[in-house]
């Protein structure tokens, strides 16, 4: 019964297919393969907020890149906008971001944390008709959150690299929520996958590979035994991110654009080509 009821919430749009294991870390073995992968999303912030796309997009398409998300602008930030880029993983983030530069403005790289869970009172606070909208609301928690996207409990914060904490954000968004009727953030997405090695790595070349794997970002564990490689990662202060789609539709988003919005996810494309040069994956 159980089996079945997993494979009839595989099918619904918007509804949850990740099973929860102890601790809160999801089973996320599908969202993971174990393949190469070409592309990466990284996220940039933008010095105004009517970039120049005829610029800006020909000097991405030179190195392979285009943009996946956006610009987008908030307005309560003036004079500043959100983008994110597709662009292949071997692409020098710094050259991305001369390329976004064309368009007019500084650029900054961004990294990204991912929360779900959240639960309280709705994104509509009732400031609307002074002129604060529901982005601008959570941005002004702090001043290195860059940007904002949400959609029902699913939620996403964009900021410099090393800026933006965890377990701060929950407690600002919280605090900030306290006054019309409280909201948290939720937790950390944190998920876990495994892959079947080509080969099992001997004892030399094991602990090599598992210590290049664990200074990624949002590693939290790796574990190989015999050929299995057993990751958990969390979506936490991630600078590239794997091309996975959408944020899922799990309720009511932010606003209407943000449906686009590409979902966070742990680049297990990064992995792969660590294991590769090693004869550990095809």
Known sequence: ??????????????????????????????????KPSEKVI????????????????????????????GPRSAQGRPGHAFAAVRAPRAADPKKLALALKKGGGAVEELTVIAFDGRIGKDHDFGLGGYGVTKRDFVMGMSGDVVWYDAVGPWSQIYGPGGKLKARELYDRYE????????AKLGEVVSERFIWTLAKAPDDKVRPKVLKAIEKLHGVRGAVIEGTKLTMTVALDGLDACADVGKIPDKGEPLDEDTKAAPRVAFDAGAIYALLQPEGLVP
């Open 175 to 182: 605090k900030l929520y306290a006054p019309y009727g409280g």
């Open 42 to 69: 990284r996220f940039f912030h933008l010095g105004t907020d009517e970039p120049e796309l005829a610029k800006l997009n020909p000097a991405l398409a030179e190195l392979g890149a285009e943009l996946a998300y």
């Open 1 to 34: 019964m159980r089996a079945a009821l997993l494979a009839l919430l595989t099918l619904l749009p918007g509804a949850r297919a990740q099973e929860v294991l102890p601790g809160g870390v999801r089973i996320a073995d599908n969202l993971y393969p174990c």
